[in-house]
């Protein structure tokens, strides 16, 4: 499908907004002028001294492109089929928790965004409305994000609210087990709700549009899908629960569980180490993502783009292989797939986008990286998603120590 013929995408940006709005970079720029800076940096900040974080990024520029341009691509074809969707393109939304934090009713407009693009959307378990509000959209592109919480029952009780709700597939996230040391988050001293100082407070005369939409909306800010009837339900009581309910003792035999639990498709997310994908074949998992938690828990590991040709070597084609963390460009999303991913998922530059245009915001990024693709398609010489292979690209000295 190329650019010129994509479906529709929902609410339009104001002029100035599509005027400026050129690119994720310029949206994460847009965001920053319009968030208050502990509600910003809580999206783009990283663990520690940040380097997995901005190697994601940087290590893309280690594959460059090859085009053949007499191959001729007069129509590119970005669709295919994962997991029971038909896909339009191969960038789908990735779980943020607090996405509510950025726009109100943030999730259920992202959903309706992502489907109106022909994609899909990967609910978090940190939603700040339930997996059942999302499903009440009726949209039905739909993804549920899922931890191994130490009480097993709780992660049962997800899982077959995701089933009853519809959702295509369970996304199994094992890297927040324990919770990365944000220290963007601690200088801030973020809080949830947040707090601002005096300085953030006087900073707030140029971020009145985020405080008019947000007003309303932050003293009830809650996780939704931690909610328990009869308990308190504020988002500071939840989130100290929710801090100790992830389990660091989970092993494969709890894979094992939700393999025979889950019914539909079950997606491992947090993969870097190809022999960690192998067994996660062997044992009946349906798909992949090559993650590192956007550089958000551990600091100095591997970048999601660089893990990447491993697990596929691993997987040996048996079940998809996604990818997300650092994807800023459709040129990304050309060079992963061209080293065997099927998709990626994006998760900053959708809240960058939010921040700055509602559903609007989220249809246009989408958008963007169609057309990035698109454009990279035809400058290649490949008419279908199925050509991009890693004789497309060469690899480059590798990065230094300065990423």
């Not at 599509?18 to 970079?25: D, M, Q, T």
Request: hydrophobic residues 45%; glycine residues 10%.
């Amino acid at each position: 499908m190329s650019a010129s013929n994509h479906p529709p995408a929902g609410p339009v940006l104001t002029a100035r907004l599509r005027r400026e709005a050129i690119s994720v970079r310029a949206l994460r720029l847009m965001a920053r002028r319009a968030l208050p800076r502990p509600v910003f940096d809580f999206s783009d900040g990283g663990a520690e001294d940040e380097h997995t974080l901005r190697r994601n990024e940087a290590a893309f520029a280690r594959y460059a492109l090859l085009p053949r341009p007499l191959d001729g691509a007069p129509v590119r074809d970005q669709s295919q089929r994962l997991f029971g969707m038909d896909l339009s393109m191969p960038v789908m939304i990735g779980p943020t928790g607090l996405a509510g934090l950025f726009w109100p009713g943030a999730e259920k407009l992202a959903v309706r965004a992502a489907n109106e693009a022909g994609t899909a959307y990967c609910a978090s378990h940190g939603s700040v409305c339930t997996l059942e509000d999302i499903a009440a959209t009726g949209e039905p592109n739909r993804l549920m994000q899922l931890f191994v919480y130490r009480d097993r029952g709780f992660t049962r009780e997800l899982a077959e609210r995701a089933a009853a709700a519809g959702y295509k597939a369970l996304v199994l996230t094992t890297d927040n087990q324990l919770h990365g040391k944000r220290e963007r988050d601690l200088r801030n001293g973020f809080t949830i709700p947040p707090r601002f100082g005096a300085a953030d407070t006087l900073a707030m005369a140029t971020k009145l549009p985020w405080l008019m939409r947000m007003g309303r909306e932050l003293p009830t800010l809650t996780f939704g899908n931690y909610r328990r009837e009869g308990q308190p339900s504020d988002i500071r009581t939840l989130a100290a629960r929710m801090h100790d309910m992830f389990d660091p003792a989970m092993t494969w035999a709890d894979v094992d569980d939700l393999r025979r639990l889950w019914k539909g498709p079950l997606i491992l997310k947090g993969v870097l180490d190809p022999g960690e994908a192998a067994e996660a074949v062997a044992r009946g998992v349906d798909g992949l993502i090559v993650s590192n938690h956007g550089g958000r828990q551990l600091d100095h590991a591997v970048s999601s783009i660089e893990a990447l040709p491993a697990i596929v070597r691993a997987v040996e084609g048996r079940i998809p292989v996604m990818l997300d963390g650092g994807v800023r460009r459709g040129t990304d999303v050309v060079k992963a797939l061209a080293l065997g991913a099927s998709a990626c998922f994006i998760a900053r530059p959708y809240l960058w986008a939010l921040s700055v245009g509602g559903e609007a915001g989220v249809a246009h990024v989408l958008g963007l990286f169609r057309d990035e693709i698109d454009r990279a398609m035809g400058l290649l010489g490949v008419t279908s998603l199925a050509q991009l292979s890693p004789d497309r690209l060469m690899t480059l000295a590798p990065l230094g120590g300065t990423a």
